[in-house]
T-cell receptor, first 111, second 113 residues
Framework: DAKTTQPPSMDCAEGRAANLPCNHSTISGNEYVYWYRQIHSQGPQYIIHGLKNNETNEMASLIITEDRKSSTLILPHATLRDTAVYYCIVRVLGSNYKLTFGKGTLLTVNP | NAGVTQTPKFQVLKTGQSMTLQCAQDMNHEYMSWYRQDPGMGLRLIHYSVGAGITDQGEVPNGYNVSRSTTEDFPLRLLSAAPSQTSVYFC????????????FGQGTRLTVV
C-alpha cells in the first residue's frame, strides 16, 4: 500500500474553508485516494474518494494533483461538528476490507 | 437501516476470561473486518473476511479468533483476555462493487483488568 503523510493537527475558523493536505508520493496507478473522518471516538465515516479527477459531493471536495502524489480535502464551510480526525488512505478500488489508518489530522474548528 | 451493529458497547473483563464481540450488518456486504484502536493511534486491522467461510489475518491477529458462517455476522473472539487487549474495537463492512466505501460500527470499548 502507498504510504500517506498528513500533518498531525490543523485549526480552522467556523464558516471558513478547511483544507487538509495529504502526501502519497508512492501511489500506484490503480490506487484511489480515500478520505475518512472519526468524530470523537465514533466509528470512522467515509467522506469521499477519487482516482485522478477532482471530486465533489455533499460533504467535501477532493483535489488531486496532476502527478497524483498529493491531494487536498476541502470542507467548504467548516462547522463545529466537523471537528474530527481526518484520515487519508490510499487503496485499490473495492479493497476497503483492508484499510491502513495512520494517525490522521486532528482538525479543530474554532468558533 | 441499522447498518453495522456492534454489541456490547462496553465490557470489562478479568485477565484470562474469554468473550465474543458481536458484529452484524444488514447491507448484504461481502466484506467484513475487525479493527482495534488504542489511545492516540489510528485503527489497526485484526482479521477480515471477504465472504462467508473465508477469513484471513490482518496486522495484529494474535489473541483473537474469527469465523464467518453467514454474510451478516462476523464475531470476534478473545480466547484469554490480557490487559494489552484493552482497546476500542470497530467492525466494518463493505462491498467489492458499486459504493465501495467501508461502513463502521460505533465500537466496543473493552477494558481488561
Amino acid at each position: 500500500d502507498a504510504k500517506t503523510t498528513q500533518p498531525p493537527s490543523m485549526d480552522c475558523a467556523e464558516g471558513r474553508a478547511a483544507n487538509l493536505p495529504c502526501n502519497h508520493s508512492t501511489i500506484s496507478g490503480n490506487e484511489y485516494v480515500y478520505w475518512y473522518r472519526q468524530i470523537h471516538s465514533q466509528g470512522p465515516q467515509y467522506i469521499i474518494h477519487g482516482l485522478k479527477n477532482n471530486e465533489t459531493n455533499e460533504m467535501a471536495s477532493l483535489i488531486i494533483t496532476e502527478d497524483r502524489k498529493s491531494s487536498t480535502l476541502i470542507l467548504p464551510h467548516a462547522t463545529l461538528r466537523d471537528t474530527a480526525v481526518y484520515y487519508c488512505i490510499v487503496r485499490v478500488l473495492g479493497s476497503n476490507y483492508k484499510l491502513t489508518f495512520g494517525k490522521g489530522t486532528l482538525l479543530t474548528v474554532n468558533p | 437501516n441499522a447498518g453495522v451493529t456492534q454489541t456490547p458497547k462496553f465490557q470489562v473483563l478479568k485477565t484470562g476470561q474469554s468473550m465474543t464481540l458481536q458484529c452484524a450488518q444488514d447491507m448484504n456486504h461481502e466484506y467484513m473486518s475487525w479493527y482495534r484502536q488504542d489511545p492516540g493511534m489510528g485503527l489497526r486491522l485484526i482479521h477480515y473476511s471477504v465472504g462467508a467461510g473465508i477469513t484471513d489475518q490482518g496486522e495484529v491477529p494474535n489473541g483473537y479468533n474469527v469465523s464467518r458462517s453467514t454474510t451478516e455476522d462476523f464475531p470476534l473472539r478473545l480466547l484469554s483476555a490480557a490487559p494489552s487487549q484493552t482497546s476500542v474495537y470497530f467492525c466494518a463492512s463493505s462491498s467489492p462493487g458499486g459504493r465501495t466505501e467501508a461502513f463502521f460500527g460505533q465500537g466496543t470499548r473493552l477494558t481488561v483488568v
